[in-house]
């Protein structure tokens, strides 16, 4: 990764911690020396490369765990408030974001709408007896990461699940309780604040997988 393209993860991620919200573009052209397409040649490098999401107009739609749009999920921190992308995001968070021990997680069932919250920490998972289910299998994320992600939600239990399947017409993905979905968190960004994060390859993404209890074809394990 080129020095730039690093300045510029680096400010994306950091903005988005401090502030709940992507650096704008006259930001990111400051970082990138003043160059605006400096700036947006390397945000595309970094969306090449799976550091970031962006929309049509080339702008910062995801930098995992952070969304700059809601997708139904709210997480609310000391004085910040950020977007999850995911369930998975969600619950990353705490876990993540500097000098922030828990978080307010929220969310409603995709199948009856019943709200839920749960205050999620760096220490043990939360209390619940809701689950969450993964559409999408781990080998095909990348094709339409924001379906992906638009697609691991909590239920009320899995009732709702079904609910939800038989409705909508998918198939079954992967079902997770909430502890199970808080140890696949917990662990999974590590280092991405740092200088040099480099992504897990595939055999790296399915050890990790198999270290929190997620084994099977759907995790490629």
């Not at 020396?33 to 799976?50: P, V």
Request: charged share 20%; glycine share 10%; net charge negative.
């Amino acid at each position: 990764m080129s020095e730039v393209d690093e300045d510029i993860r680096l400010a994306v991620y950091r903005t988005f911690a401090a502030r709940g919200i992507p650096p704008t573009p006259a930001e990111l052209a400051q970082v990138a020396g003043g160059s605006s397409a400096r700036a947006k040649h390397a945000l595309r490098r970094l969306a090449d490369a799976h550091h970031v999401v962006l929309d049509v107009c080339d702008h910062v739609l995801m930098a995992h765990p952070f969304s700059a749009v809601p997708m139904g999920f709210s997480v609310m921190g000391a004085s910040t408030l950020w977007w999850g992308g995911c369930a998975w995001d969600s619950f990353a968070l705490p876990h993540v974001v500097p000098d922030e021990p828990e978080v307010l997680v929220a969310t409603r069932c995709p199948a009856c709408d019943e709200p839920h919250a749960w205050v999620v920490g760096k220490d043990k998972p939360p209390a619940g007896s809701q689950v969450a289910h993964f559409l999408v299998p781990m080998s095909k994320v990348w094709d339409d990461v924001v379906h992906t992600c638009g697609n691991q939600r909590i239920f009320c239990g899995r009732s709702c699940v079904d609910d939800w399947l038989g409705a909508s017409g998918n198939d079954e993905g992967c079902v997770l309780d909430l502890p199970t979905l808080w140890r696949l968190a917990s662990g999974w960004y590590e280092g991405r604040f740092e200088p040099g994060y480099r992504l897990r390859d595939p055999a790296k993404a399915a050890e990790y997988f198999a270290s929190v209890g997620l084994r099977g074809e759907f995790w490629g394990v």
